[in-house]
């Protein structure tokens, strides 16, 4: 069983910035599969990045130029850094993982931006 444990979130003006991280344990097994998503109010939850072991980088587009993803494999953690914030960019973000795919969530962390 993996446990995913998610900081950063909080409110911030648009325009600012925004760290979220993650941080995996209890895996056995190499974690391929790390990401972060999120869902707005009354909308389904939509990827936002995602990253391999390897180090492929998937974004979705309205997040390509603002958002970077990065992960650390020795520690097994995940990182997206949000510029550019706008209040559009307002939910729940989730950390995911997994070994074939995004097997495992995190409590999410709200992200608020305020206009």
């Known amino acids: 069983q993996v446990q995913l444990v998610e900081s950063g979130g909080g409110l911030v003006q648009e325009g600012g910035t925004m760290r979220l991280s993650c941080a995996a344990s209890g895996s056995g097994f190499s974690i391929r599969h790390m990401g972060w998503f999120r869902q707005a109010p009354g909308k389904q939850r939509e990827l936002v990045a995602s990253?391999?072991?390897?180090?492929?980088?998937n974004y979705a587009d309205s997040e390509k130029g603002r958002f970077t993803i990065s992960r650390d494999n020795y520690k097994n953690t995940v990182t997206l850094q949000m510029n550019s914030l706008k209040p559009e960019d307002t939910a729940v973000y989730y950390c995911?993982?997994?070994?074939?795919?995004?097997?495992?969530w995190g409590q999410g962390t709200q992200v608020t931006v305020s206009s």
């Open positions: 990253i391999t072991r390897g180090g492929n980088i």
């Open positions: 995911s993982a997994g070994p074939l795919g995004f097997n495992y």
